[in-house]
């Protein structure tokens, strides 16, 4: 296999491995035999576990469809609700069982002061900042109720969804995501009443 | 050291290391240093981690003031309130950096099909369901906002704590803490204006 492809195969395996199984659970040698790659050659392209790791969070962090939060062509109650339905569709592909990859790194690696636990936190502190973005343009519309701000509105829909989606994976249901669609979405943002998620009504 | 006294050494020392460390990457040796144990005398005590696994889970999960929720002479609302300011001062004695146990356990090992896994998924069922009751008692006397059945708010804000506990974990922060009691909690449970937590009121 030439060297370029060998890496990304291993890439691909320790996303798939790292996301299955857990950043402790997974060890070198099963990356290099999920990507059919001899154990030794591992080093030749990542110098630790821990530096793949931290590309595993980039290339994760940058698939997770922040930049319909940043569009500034867009209404910003459709980017949200764009958004979070993205992350929806991306937790359904394997009927929820996986979770948020960053969400799992932070329980396992949070505080560790390791390279991961840093980019697991970059990623988090971005994301929350994408999310403020459309939420701001919602106050500044008037459009939000009295009482907190942007940046707290975003913190409190963002830890709710890596809620629903931790506790969706630990109960094995898709309710917790349900809920966050009907319950918690429209009335952290005051929409009054339970809003139907576009994937309900077929969109 | 005594049998029993061994024993309870072993369980407090994994208790710290589960949380502290994860659960996979906890290993036997490391619990038996931590109470100041022979390495073997382990498996003397516990038939295996998995086994200590699931102990640990259910003394966790007796741990977390469930009792106030069920208390049928209190006020719904002050139940609810009381039962999440136990939770905060929990995760708070360690500046949030090791979070929710279940959470983390569930971010590891859900879906697994271990017996912690089970243990996971049995205790956060069992504290959705102590949610529900005082969230129904506010259903029934007509002080919930329409729309969302009692068992799909219980589960919103205990998704939405998981969350926060999390996030708080993964960004050092306690802002997703503080955005749970003064926008997720009042919102969720259509209280129509922040409200202070009582710990910032000095309760």
């Not at 592909?93 to 980019?119: I, K, M, P, Q, Y």
Request: include cysteine; hydrophobic fraction near 45%.
């Amino acid at each position: 296999m030439a060297q370029r492809s060998l890496r990304d195969a291993l890439l691909g395996a320790a996303a798939t491995e790292f996301h299955e199984n857990g950043y402790a659970a997974t060890g070198v040698a099963a990356i290099a035999t999920r990507a059919g790659a001899p154990k030794g050659s591992f080093y030749n392209h990542f110098p630790s576990k821990d530096a793949l790791g931290v590309l595993i969070v980039e290339q994760y962090a940058g698939s997770r469809g922040t930049d319909i939060l940043l569009d500034p062509a867009s209404e910003p109650l459709d980017a949200l609700r764009r958004h979070f339905d993205y992350l929806r569709s991306d937790l359904a592909r394997d009927d929820f069982a996986r979770g948020c990859l960053l969400g799992n790194f932070a329980a396992e690696v949070a505080r560790s002061g390791t390279r991961v636990d840093t980019a697991v936190r970059d990623s988090f502190t971005a994301w929350l900042d994408a999310l403020a973005v459309p939420v701001g343009r919602l106050a500044e519309h008037g459009a939000l109720p009295a009482g907190g701000r942007p940046d707290e509105v975003a913190r409190a829909l963002g830890s709710a969804w890596e809620g629903a989606a931790l506790l969706a994976k630990a109960t094995g249901s898709a309710g917790p995501i349900d809920d966050f669609f009907a319950v918690t979405f429209p009335r952290i943002l005051g929409l009054g009443r339970p809003d139907l998620p576009s994937h309900r009504l077929g969109g």
